[in-house]
């Protein structure tokens, strides 16, 4: 049994929001530091294979597939969207 | 036994307020580098989803085009043809047939360096209406090896019910942030983080489930079990954290993989990890096959058989049961140049099947209760799933 109180619940998401912000931050601080890997050395990374999404509207249908009968949400890398799936 | 009901905490939207204003102080100060629009393509999808009693068909048709170099249109229309005699409808009703139309329109833009994309999705069906805006924002850093994004979502769900006249539709109000970071690691390795928090709103408490869908109440005396309406909280907090990868081997061949964790506020806890091989077979081939595994925790108020209706929520919805899911899947892609005079410049097809099984550990079979098989001793059910993709592609 899980009992989130909901003071506990928005102290963790400030924690987890602010932290991630604060790495935001971070970044700028780190502008002294010049790419490792250069332009001209990505050959390997331009790849269909190495693209995170070759194909959206073939993506979006087998995540639309898992949604339906899972519970597990979001955090899937695209942009959300309803369907009804009840 | 009864979950949370609460209202969305204010202190969060101050939260995501201050995140936003760090990120947007953040983006003004770092050097920018330009990211990089979609390419234009037309799809036409063939999809195909047949098991535990359900098929579900369609075509979806996708266009995208750049104007002007500085923004890309996109239009979308998805159709599922759903037949269903599914465990849940055989045990309380019969066979089923409905149709599903969505539609989306997307605008792509990079303005002063940074890229926006904001999405409209309509989805209707003669018992459902979802529509949700999407906006995600995203910046490179370093030379392009890092990305941030930020993203929000809103919906708004009208909840249906077909052959009941005395049913009032109810409303659900969906919204979604997301963050998410992506970093070049070598000149061979990628990986990417995201986290997403999703808050459901419902009407009130048969707005969350499935209005068709029914509890069992067991009924010692005469050994048998009756059904009554589901009874769910009015809202659903959920987060969800994952980590991908992505490692380009020396034969060009890669390997990828995913991972995920969830977790919810009606006390479901998910995770799963996806591991794959693609190999490019050069010039115009493509070969890629995935396992996945997902397993789940049940939700606090699910139950298969309900002593009783003395609770605050109960509901035996087996998407909220404990159980796993294992896949696998193959794509085999092929794709070439077209002759330099036509307007498309590349054409591709792509077929891919995963086939799903599903085991449940606290949901049983109701149709198998007999004389000899008392409730609650049904066999556990399970069930398996093809799922075909058939696509054709035109770059132009």
Known sequence: MHHHLPHRRNAALVWRLASLAGC????TACEGISPWVKPYERQNLATP?????????????????????ESARGAEGGSGGGCGCN | ??????????LMVRCLKFAIGATAMT???????????????ADILYHSYSGGGVTISGPAVLVRKKLKDKYSLSAKYYVDNVSSASIDVVTTASRYSEKRVETSVGLDTIQDKTSYSLNYISSSESDYNADSAHLDVSHDFFG?????????????????????????????????????????????????????????????NRALGNPYRSVRIFDTANNAYSFDSERYPTTRNSDAISAKFRYALESKNVVFSEYRQYTDSWGINGWHVQVGYIM????EWLIETRFRHYAQTHADFYSDLLPDTNFNFYARDKELSTFTSNSIGATASYERKAPSNWFVSRGKVSFMWD?????????????????????????????????YRLLFTAFY
């Open chain 2, 1 to 10: 036994m009864a979950a949370t009901d609460r209202n969305i905490p204010a």
């Open chain 2, 27 to 41: 983006l003004t100060v770092a050097p920018l580098k330009a990211a990089v629009l979609p390419e234009d393509r």
């Open chain 1, 49 to 69: 294979a190495m693209s995170w999404s070759r194909d959206g509207i073939t993506d979006a249908y087998i995540s639309h597939v898992y949604q339906a009968r």
């Open chain 2, 355 to 387: 086939y799903f099984m599903f085991d449940y550990d606290d949901f049983r079979d109701a149709r198998k209760t007999s004389a000899d098989v008392t409730p609650g001793s049904e066999p556990l059910y399970h069930f398996n799933a093809n799922v």
């Open chain 2, 280 to 283: 490019p077979i050069e010039p």
């Open chain 1, 24 to 27: 935001l931050f971070l970044l």
């Open chain 2, 144 to 204: 392009d090896l890092t990305t941030v994004s930020l993203g929000f979502s809103q919906g708004w769900d009208t909840v249906g019910k077909n052959h009941d006249a005395n049913w009032v539709d109810r409303k659900v109000d969906r919204r979604n942030y997301r963050m998410g970071l992506s970093q070049i690691l070598t000149k061979n390795a990628i990986m990417n983080l995201s986290f997403e928090s999703i808050i459901d709103e419902g009407s009130d």
